[in-house]
């Protein structure tokens, strides 16, 4: 069967060539545009989950209401007009009761971790340099829990902070822009009061450029004080013993709660619907090559068929039945299907680590290179897909055939 099978494909050299090259392609396109997008999924992902809190619960910016203070304040007079009407934030947010989330959270089995901060906008200075920079107050030991920053440490450690004492840890691109280096003391105010003095102890490097030149972390108690907000927080990072249970809890804590509460993938909705249409496009795209391939198949088996009544009808008439026919045009098909798919798998891989050599004019990661997924999973697929698309396309012709008596093969041909 497999013998004859073969014969039938080169006689016909041409018309294979070309649906193996088109089956080949399709697989190919789908090995390398799954590993660029897996690779920049599992980039942004890794990005996302190291540095953001799998549940962050954030104080609520409460903005002032024309019609509550006009209830407020003129209570019995119907008309009031304002000349300015009040408008604004009240005030810095900030968590008002902290010591409730954190025994709920100590008290809660789903919980493994959990870490209060305070975020500040600041302006640093060295001698005539000042530009403006976010300053996160953190407690080391609780923040070292709940997400992986000390990953990304270049000089230093994050425990370096324990014990306050004015230290900072900076991104660093700050280094470069004030001219200073780990072990100076640069100015930091946070627009009351005066300037204080702040060592820098350490740096770290996430890779994007923004965020290098302006990240700083100091101790809570030092941020707290350099704010004139003593004791006051307007973050807290949690980390789940499930990752899958933070959009379930964090539903649960809304409920009861005046914070915001956000999952980690409702604070990076944006990325997550961006990952949703590439699979769209990437899955199209693919099925519309490996569709076309298909139809090839299909009209290289029809005509072949028509080509080879004659020795239908011989086989049929030494005792083929129409279960063997059937299995003839059959086995061609999954031949082409499994040579594609195996000829796409090895250059979708030869042409992905081809694009994953190209130097980049940015920074990716730990070096500048496109990054490229080699997941096991895009070639099993891509080659599930090839083999089940090519299956697919043989057996309607491989179905004719097998219907085909050599009675009604003679009648076609006087």
């Given amino acids: 069967m497999l013998f004859l099978a073969l014969r039938h494909l080169f006689s016909r050299k041409r018309q294979t060539i070309l649906i193996l090259l088109g089956i080949s392609l399709g697989t190919m396109m789908y090995v390398v545009i799954s590993g660029i997008q897996l690779g920049m999924r599992e980039y942004i992902m890794s ?17 002032i209401d024309r019609d509550e203070m006009t209830e407020r304040f003129f209570p019995e007079d119907e008309a009031v007009h304002w000349i300015v009407p009040p408008s604004g934030k009240r005030e810095e947010a900030h968590i008002e009761y902290p010591e409730g989330w954190f025994e709920r959270l100590r008290d809660d089995p789903n919980v493994i971790a959990y870490a209060p901060s305070l975020h500040v906008s600041v302006i640093v200075s060295r001698r005539s340099s000042k530009y403006p920079a976010t300053l996160t107050g953190i407690e080391p030991e609780k923040q070292s829990r709940v997400n992986q920053l000390e990953k990304y440490m270049v000089h230093g450690s994050l425990r370096d902070l324990s014990g306050g004492g004015n230290k900072l840890i900076v991104g660093d691109r700050v280094l470069d822009r004030l001219g200073v280096r780990i072990g100076d003391i640069i100015q930091v105010s946070a627009g009351a009061g005066e300037p204080r003095p702040f060592k820098i102890v350490g740096t770290l490097h996430l890779g994007v450029k923004e965020i290098d030149e302006t990240l700083m972390f100091a101790a809570l108690n030092d941020v707290q004080q350099l704010n004139h907000t003593p004791g006051r927080i307007s973050e807290i990072d949690v980390r789940l013993v499930d990752l899958n249970m933070a959009r379930t809890l964090a539903d649960r804590w809304k409920l009861y709660a005046r914070e915001n509460v956000e999952s980690w993938d409702e604070s990076n909705a944006n990325f997550l619907q961006i990952f949703t249409i590439q699979d769209i496009t990437r899955n199209t795209i693919t099925m519309a090559i490996l569709i076309v391939a298909g139809f090839g198949i299909y009209n290289v088996l029809s005509i072949m068929i028509s080509q080879k009544q004659r020795e239908i009808a011989i086989l049929r008439s030494i005792g083929y039945p129409p279960r063997r026919i059937l299995e003839l045009f059959l086995t061609q098909g999954i031949l082409l299907g499994l040579s594609g798919a195996a000829i796409g798998l090895v250059t979708g891989l030869l042409a992905s680590r081809y694009i994953a ?8 990661g730990a070096g500048n290179h496109l990054l490229v997924s080699y997941a096991p999973s895009i070639y099993i697929v891509g080659f599930l897909l090839a083999t089940v698309s090519a299956i697919l396309a043989s057996f309607l012709p491989a179905r004719a055939a097998s219907k085909l008596t050599p009675l009604e093969i003679i009648r076609s041909e006087v």
């Fill in 47 to 63: 990005r996302l989950l190291d540095n953001a809190p799998q549940i962050k619960i954030s104080a609520r910016d409460r903005i």
């Fill in 357 to 364: 050599s190209i130097k980049l004019g940015f920074e990716m």
